[in-house]
């Protein structure tokens, strides 16, 4: 019955995930090179999860990490090297919530969750805090498309922090401290 319930939250959540990514500026078709493969992977870890695929999801935030890697690399303008490094972060921080995700229904899911559950989230966290560290740290304020990804990062970072949040006490881990 909690397992339902766990799953039906999820699920739920996911969903708003997906109709919420779907209205963001920088998911139109017409975006080329890295950034729109960025965009694409993004978009499909969003709908696997909606479909309750964590693993397949995992998968595709892990590619969307990889992107924005390659961006950082290739990027030469401190502000843009911030937001995709702070992309980056939050992206391995959804995937090993996902893992976390996966792991879980893969041992029975039932609460408690195992030790190596509970350590994904607590490394999934300190990914959206390194994530959140560079989208506030930076003094310089970006312009058109770099404030909308940044604005898209915070709300992401604060959706995953909330999930984590309740991720933890549903599964019965022990304190995260964030």
């Keep these: 019955m909690k397992v339902q319930l766990i799953s039906k939250l999820l699920l739920n959540f996911f969903l708003i995930l997906s109709l919420a990514s779907v209205t963001t500026p920088y998911s139109s078709a017409q975006r080329i090179g890295e950034e729109a ?15 309750n695929d964590p ?8 590619k969307a990490a990889m992107m924005a890697d ?11 090297k911030n937001i995709f490094q702070a992309a980056s972060h939050l992206y391995r921080g959804q995937e090993l919530g996902l893992r976390a995700l996966a792991l879980f229904q893969q041992t029975g ?8 559950v509970c ?20 003094s310089a ?8 990804r940044r604005n898209h990062l915070i709300q992401k970072n604060e959706e995953w922090r909330e999930l984590f949040q309740g991720l ?5 881990c022990p304190n995260i401290s964030s």
């Design 70 to 80: 390659l961006l950082v690399s290739t990027t030469e303008q401190s502000t843009a």
């Design 168 to 172: 933890q006490e549903e599964l019965a």
């Design 55 to 62: 693993e397949g999801a995992a998968l595709a935030i892990g």
């Design 119 to 138: 350590h994904y989230l607590f490394q999934g966290r300190n990914k959206l805090n390194l994530s959140m560290k560079f989208l506030t740290e930076n």
């Design 109 to 116: 899911g039932t609460p408690p969750a195992p030790p190596g």
């Design 37 to 51: 493969e960025m965009n694409r992977l993004e978009q499909q870890a969003d709908d696997l999860a909606s479909q």
């Design 141 to 148: 304020i970006p312009m058109d498309d770099l404030l909308n």
